[in-house]
């Protein structure tokens, strides 16, 4: 069964679609089979993975609406362990729609359910909201990570997370644990990094990850590109970070991994 993990914090522009992209990208080279979901209405990993709105045959939309089964919204990616599921809400008219349609909160993880077997991970990039959409991808989701952009004071946005997550666990996912904070766009020698690397570190000791994201534009050059940073150089230091970032999670799930494939 694959391990389900959603990319989420109420907060835009900290790395969160980044993080899903070159996440799952790096997964995926590793030979882990994932599948990437976005469920941003915004789509934004649609354009980092380089599928423009014509190549897009159905996506979140359909599954939300009932109109076709999950496999249908599956596409496959340049990457051969790598499938992705786009968000096409393309219209205002549609968003609104949408927000309705999300209000049942089982959609989502009822429809993985049919897939689950099949991957041995599956990220979901979520919209800077809780509620709504979000609550079906952390009904569906064994955990959440949580990207924190360093020196953009985020405490308080993370404090906030973990208070949803347990009125999430009360009310929907009894079982929905934290992956881990991942600090990304990390600095060295930044004293805005090291002052909120350090409250950080303070209140959330045991949740933080190993693997720090360093700010370098190649990760935002990459999506212009419409590549994840390893398909584009490899070799660069946000490509690697990524990578590490996969080696932490794939060695913390070893356990669920080795069991999905016997
Ligand atoms: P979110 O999904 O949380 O809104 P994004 O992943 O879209 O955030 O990132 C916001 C912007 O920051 C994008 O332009 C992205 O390319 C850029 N970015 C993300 N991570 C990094 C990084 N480590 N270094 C430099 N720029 C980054
Ligand atoms: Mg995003």
Known sequence: ?????????????????TTSVNLAASLALAEKSTLLIDIDPYGSSAVAMGFTPDRIKAGISEIFNFAKAI???????????????????????????????????????????????????????????????????????????IPVKCGHFSLDAVDKLFDYISWVREVSNPYLDIEGILLTMYEKNSKVTEISERELRLKYAGYMLETTIPVTNLLNEATFYGKPLCLYKINSEGSLAYINLSYELITKNQESIIKNQE
């Open 1 to 17: 069964m694959a391990k389900i993990i959603s990319v989420c914090i109420a907060k835009g522009g900290v790395g969160k679609t």
């Open 71 to 145: 496999d249908y919204t599956i596409h496959k990616t340049d990457l051969p362990y790598l499938d992705f599921v786009p968000a096409n809400i393309n219209s205002i008219q549609n968003d609104e729609r949408f927000a309705k349609m999300t209000e049942n909160r089982v959609i989502l993880k009822n429809a993985l359910k049919d897939v689950k077997s099949r991957y041995d991970f599956i990220i979901i990039d979520c919209p800077p909201t809780l509620r709504g959409i979000t609550l079906n991808a952390l009904t569906a989701s064994d955990s959440v990570l």
